[in-house]
């Protein structure tokens, strides 16, 4: 039997057997099977596996761009560190904010009188949001770095992207032991949820897509929109000609590089949302003991797009895969031995490579262009 004979036969059985399971849970409900289907099924667990999502779906939509336009950042997980950090401390440093009910913190006298200013009330918007501006300020600055020293001075993509990892695995942790003493920040708060009226009255979807935290909705609005600019604008195109044949691209009169900053600043960008939905959008502070709170989610972003064969759908659909997994491995502890959900994400990639194959990747991909040359 040939290659494709196998995947599909292999489709037909991944198929058959969740068919199975979710037919045995729904019979019988008090099962393992029936505990399995209707716990990832309930609304809750939609809610954190979409939540838990957003910092792999939007890495993996900048790392897609990057990739495409043939620059291969795998400096994606450094790329969170700096921005999850940086989020907190911007708007640590700020105050509490207009939104928090915290008193004032800053006081002075001044001709006999006494003076209290909140920080937060000399902005238009809340500090949490001047945050994220300032962890994807951090990150798209790190990205830059990133690509002046692979496209500028042409250095190894893969060891720059290591280096950039480990640049911010060991500063962000250095520079929050300098402020607070220890490699993890102060609570400083998180996003409040966003309410649509009416919509959020829908049955299920109101809950779950209209009454949820912006990051979520930030994430579901970025995915439409990244695939249509990558696949309905000039830009798109550039980034893909510039992945696949930098040279028809330069001949046309487009500057290569330029569109591979572009694109690498994208991903930064991207990466730099996500890293702030990770450490604002729930936890409210930033751990960076051992791996830190990104944890691998970078690498798990660049397995989420090339899985999604660059297409920001499929990068969101293998996102919320991996965090679907870790949403039901923490609604099952005591069920289900936790070694097992753990093993799932890595398991689930052997299956798509068996039932996808291998993906293909840009033919310019981590090769450097000069223009002009032959």
Not at 56 to 70: D, F, N, P, R, V
Request: hydrophobic share 50%; charged share 10%.
């Amino acid at each position: 039997m040939d290659r494709t004979g196998l995947r599909r036969r292999a489709t037909g059985v991944t198929v058959a057997l969740l068919a199975i399971v979710s037919i045995w849970g729904i019979l019988q409900p008090e099962s393992a099977a029936g505990e399995l289907f209707w716990t990832a099924t309930e609304t809750g667990t939609i809610e954190s596996s979409l939540r838990l999502a957003v910092p792999i779906a939007l890495t993996a939509i900048g790392g897609l761009y990057a990739e495409k336009s043939g620059i291969i950042n795998i400096g994606l997980e450094g790329l969170l560190i700096i921005s999850a950090f940086v989020s907190v401390l911007v708007t640590d440093l700020l105050g509490p904010g207009q939104s928090t009910g915290i008193p004032p913190v800053v006081t002075f006298d001044l001709g006999g009188s006494t003076y209290t200013i909140d920080p937060g009330l000399q902005l238009l918007i809340p500090n949490i949001w001047v945050g994220l501006a300032g962890g994807v300020v951090a990150s798209m600055l790190l990205a830059f770095l990133f690509g002046v020293i692979c496209i500028r001075y042409q250095a190894d993509q893969i060891i720059a992207g290591l280096a950039v990892w480990l640049i911010a695995l060991g500063l962000a942790p250095f520079a929050a032991k300098v402020v607070y003493g220890q490699p993890s920040t102060a609570q400083v708060g998180t996003f409040d949820n966003w309410t649509i009226p009416v919509l959020s009255e829908i049955p299920v979807a109101g809950e779950i897509l209209f009454d949820a935290s912006p990051m979520v909705i930030i994430m579901l609005v970025s995915v439409p929109v990244a695939w249509y600019g990558l696949n309905r604008t000039s830009f798109g195109y550039w980034v893909r000609a510039s992945g696949e044949n930098p040279k028809a691209l330069d001949t046309v009169g487009v500057n290569v590089d330029r569109v591979r900053y572009a694109a690498v600043l994208i991903s930064g960008f991207f990466s730099g949302i996500g890293g702030t939905a990770l450490s604002l959008g729930a936890v409210g502070s930033f751990s960076g003991a051992g791996q830190t709170m990104v944890d691998g989610r970078g690498f798990i972003a660049i397995a989420a797009y090339l899985f999604g064969n660059y297409n920001p759908f499929g990068a969101f659909a293998a996102s919320y895969l991996f965090s679907g997994l870790q949403a039901l491995q923490i609604r099952l502890q005591g069920i289900a031995p936790t070694e097992v959900f753990l093993m799932l994400p890595y398991l689930v990639v052997v299956i798509v490579l068996v039932l996808v194959g291998r993906t293909r990747l840009p033919e310019a991909a981590g090769e450097h262009y000069e223009s002009g040359e032959d």
